[in-house]
């Protein structure tokens, strides 16, 4: 879809959230450059380059976003990112 077509398949949601392509693309809230993007049940891949990170959740939790919203709010940043971020 890299035609004109593809600029139309991407939206940009009030919350900062963009969608595109099926899936919700969201920035994960650390500080330097990450790269998330997510499907309903708590799939996720979450790219950190600085860290040479690559983190992917294949959950099926579906329709329950306050279960699977903590693995890119708190589960990553805090955890994962925070105990790499120590080591360094």
Do not use: C
Not at 10 to 22: A, F, K, L, M, N
Not at 41 to 68: E, K, R, S
């Amino acid at each position: 879809m890299a035609t004109d077509g593809g600029e139309r398949s991407q939206i940009r949601t009030p919350d900062g959230v963009s969608d595109g392509y099926g899936w919700h693309r969201h920035e994960l809230k650390w500080d330097g450059n990450t790269y998330e993007a997510n499907g309903n049940g708590g799939q996720f891949v979450i790219v950190v380059p600085y860290l040479d990170l690559t983190v992917v959740f294949t959950a099926g939790n579906y329709g329950q976003y306050p279960i699977w919203r903590k693995f890119r709010d708190e589960l990553v940043p805090r955890y994962m990112i925070g105990a790499i971020t120590r080591l360094k």
